[in-house]
């Protein structure tokens, strides 16, 4: 994260802080054994770069961790709520579900003679959805690499089959956390 502006933090007793734009803000964990866990959430890529691109109308007064889910040593997903305003003192929606980075992949067929196109399709079990054979477009988790390339063409051939060279991934940066990928026949 040498590139990254670092969210700093200071542990106040079972209360912790993090700077937002340059001021400390309160930290909170709901449950005392995700504590452990404060250290990997402040370096967790997607809330550096929460931090890090927050508008600065947003008011943050406070963080609450609600609940985190491990992978391995990985921060899998984190669930935290902040007592946020605008300028104006009006609260804002303030609950953030937060992940690692993934990538999804969106394949377009098109038939050669005549030309309609087709979308490639998984089908999984997706509990939270209540559906045993829930349609969607393949994805998946990014690793620690943050190789979005690799990550898409591992995922393509587990969930559908289908072989891409790496070589042929062309990944386009879209937002920090988005790229756009490329499928390139050359």
Sequence with gaps: FD???????????????????????PLSFRHAEDEQHFDKFKEMKAFVDWCNGLDKEFLVKNIT????????????????KAEVTDPHGNSLPNVVFMRGGAVGMMILIVCEEDRKQYTVLTVQPRFPAGKFNFPELPAGMLDDSGD??????????????????????LVKPFFSFCHLLWITTS
């Design 3 to 25: 590139h990254l502006l670092r969210v700093q933090a200071v542990a106040m007793s079972s209360q912790f802080a993090i700077k937002i734009q340059g001021k400390e803000v």
């Design 65 to 80: 961790v609600q609940s985190i889910d491990m992978f391995g040593k990985r921060m899998g997903f984190v669930k935290f």
């Design 148 to 169: 979005f390339a690799g990550v898409a063409a591992k995922e393509l051939k587990e969930e559908t089959g289908i072989i891409v060279s790496i070589s042929y991934l």
